[in-house]
């Protein structure tokens, strides 16, 4: 796993889920602004959670079976907090979905901000 690019991909996420809370505060307001911080801060959890499944199957600590049911938990888990969040707790569903869009612009953005392989090893 490349350290630097995961590394990248958690900022790109925190700051994601801090402009698209912005984003939610001025077209929904108070109430999407707060639920668009819970769901941002969800993401950045949910990416944690990926990053240390990966690093452990990376290092040899779990086997193929024991991935599939760590990421079948971790899912679980996330649709369990979002349907809490959303129906039990009554969150803003707008800015609640909104936010939860942190983990893809993260995804997306952290590649681009993270300089080639190669580069890296030049620098070190």
């Known amino acids: 796993m490349n350290p630097q690019l995961t590394q990248r991909i ?6 994601s889920a801090a402009l698209l809370a ?5 077209l929904w307001g108070p109430e999407a602004g707060i639920a668009a911080i819970l769901a ?9 959670a990926i990053h240390w499944v990966c690093r452990r199957v990376a290092e040899g600590r779990f086997r193929r079976n ?20 959303i129906r039990r707790f009554g969150v ?22 993270t300089p080639p392989v190669a580069e890296i090893a030049e620098e070190s």
Not at 95 to 110: D, K, R
């Open 10 to 15: 958690s900022l790109a996420t925190a700051l």
């Open 66 to 85: 024991g991935l599939m049911v760590a990421l079948a938990f971790k899912s679980g888990l996330l649709m369990l907090v979002c349907w809490l969040a």
């Open 40 to 48: 941002g801060a969800l993401a950045a959890a949910n990416w944690g």
């Open 92 to 113: 803003d569903f707008n800015g609640f979905t909104l936010g939860m869009g942190a983990l893809v612009l993260g995804v997306l953005a952290g590649p681009a901000l």
């Open 22 to 26: 912005l984003l939610a505060l001025a």
